[in-house]
């Protein structure tokens, strides 16, 4: 007994490419915005301050734990080597290159995404954005296009204070408390860590990272069903699909910057 019919499979795989679609065509209008958006930089910044400020603190604390586990665990492990004076640039490395933009990443996704996809479903399910189009003011450069230019400015700046904390949170575990050579600790760092290499990849990663998760959160408030059922079922997609892209694009990111 057949489970499903042709039909039903290509009524599946025709909504997918039409979403597919519909989701580029957005995104090259939300590129096309810069210019004007820019041009009403209050709006940009308000949201700057909304993006940033408020996933400050969990950014500023997960980075500092983070750094705490990772002097713990990187002192014990190089001990065995003999390197512990190598947890500076352990811990830095780890940092800037991968967890810092990735980890940023994942928080800002379920912090702000889910944020901005809950006010984005709410003003569609409360009929503002239908209101918009009907005074003949565009939603996109007006609601959609300033949120989007903030999240892409906001994610490197959160990324950096991440690392930062974490390379404190290190220091702290390594120097304060197990007896890390502080000058050591900081020379390595200094002597091991390449501007472009590494820090300007990470740098890459999390405006790569600020694009796809903000990206994903305004699509999926903007075509969230204008119900409470479906402005909750798109903010659970935002942190699901911005989740696995991150993670997805860490692996390609990767793969093409630190391949030799």
């Known amino acids: 007994m057949s489970w499903y019919k042709p039909s039903d499979v290509g009524f599946a ?75 500076g640039l352990l811990v830095t490395l780890t940092l800037v290159r991968e967890l810092g933009p990735v980890v940023t990443a994942l928080l800002f996704a379920g ?27 565009d939603p996109v450069k007006r609601i959609l296009a300033p949120r989007f230019w903030a999240g892409v400015i906001t994610m490197p700046l959160l990324a950096a204070v991440f690392s930062a904390m974490g390379i404190i949170g290190g220091w702290v575990v390594g120097v304060v408390m197990i007896g890390v050579d502080a000058g050591s600790f900081w020379s390595q760092i200094q002597g091991g860590v390449d501007v472009w290499k590494d820090v300007g990849n990470g740098i890459v990663k999390s405006i790569v990272f ?40 860490d692996f390609i990111l990767t793969a093409m910057m630190f391949t030799t």
């Open 210 to 249: 600020g694009f796809t998760v903000t990206f994903i959160a305004l699509l999926q408030g903007f075509e969230a069903q204008a119900t409470p059922e479906g402005v909750a079922s798109a903010t659970t997609r935002t942190v699901v699909v911005a989740s696995l892209a991150v993670l997805g694009l």
């Open 13 to 87: 795989t025709r909504n997918w490419l039409a979403n597919l679609g519909q989701g580029a065509r957005l995104f090259f209008q939300l590129l096309t915005t810069f210019a004007s958006s820019f041009r009403r930089f209050a709006l940009v910044r308000d949201q700057i301050h909304f993006l940033g400020n408020y996933s400050l603190v969990i950014i500023a604390v997960s980075g500092l734990f983070v750094g705490f586990v990772f002097g713990l665990q990187g002192y014990y492990t190089l001990q065995r080597f003999g390197s512990s004076d190598s947890l």
């Open 111 to 137: 912090r702000a995404g889910t944020s901005l996809t809950a006010e984005i479903g709410l003003m569609k399910a409360g009929e503002q954005i239908s209101v918009m189009e009907m005074m003949a003011v």
